[in-house]
């Protein structure tokens, strides 16, 4: 996860310096806010990423010398069959656009949304049990 921690960094310092030198330069408000955004969401994936490093050490894939063997003891499991995603998916879709559109479709994107975002949280504590 260093490799992978580090691309993130780096990218959250990029969003944080051109976001500095845009704020500086620029009255665009937009532009300032995904910029923004941008920086806090490398950020928060980097900070995770650093996390799960220090917690789980070096990955066989961290190391030059490591083997394909190595890695055969995951700690993460995948469930092998989820519609939790693709519900999740388009409810974000639709809200998003209703939020463009109008109230009544964003309405139906939340109707659509909760379903995904229960099937997260019920998959997970089924899989835990």
């Given at each position: 996860?260093?490799?992978?921690?580090?691309?993130?960094?780096?990218?959250?310092?990029?969003f944080?310096?051109?976001?500095?030198?845009?704020?500086?330069?620029?009255?665009?408000?937009?532009?300032?806010?995904?910029?923004?955004?941008?920086?806090?969401?490398?950020?928060?994936?980097?900070?995770?990423?650093?996390?799960?490093?220090?917690?789980?050490?070096?990955?066989?894939?961290d190391?030059?010398?490591?083997?394909?063997?190595?890695?055969?003891?995951?700690?993460?499991?995948?469930?092998?069959?989820?519609?939790?995603?693709?519900?999740?998916a388009?409810?974000?879709?639709?809200?998003?656009?209703?939020?463009?559109?109008?109230?009544?479709?964003?309405?139906?994107?939340?109707?659509?949304?909760?379903?995904?975002?229960?099937?997260?949280?019920?998959?997970?504590?089924?899989?835990?049990?």
């Amino acid at each position: 996860m260093r490799t992978e921690a580090w691309l993130f960094s780096g990218t959250a310092l990029h969003f944080a310096v051109t976001g500095g030198v845009y704020l500086r330069y620029s009255n665009d408000p937009a532009g300032i806010a995904a910029l923004a955004v941008s920086f806090l969401m490398s950020a928060l994936i980097a900070a995770f990423l650093w996390r799960q490093y220090h917690r789980g050490g070096r990955r066989p894939e961290d190391r030059k010398g490591g083997e394909v063997v190595e890695s055969a003891d995951r700690r993460f499991s995948f469930p092998a069959r989820s519609y939790a995603p693709v519900i999740t998916a388009v409810g974000t879709a639709l809200t998003g656009l209703g939020v463009v559109q109008g109230l009544w479709l964003a309405l139906i994107g939340v109707g659509v949304l909760a379903p995904g975002i229960f099937g997260f949280v019920l998959g997970s504590a089924d899989e835990a049990a």
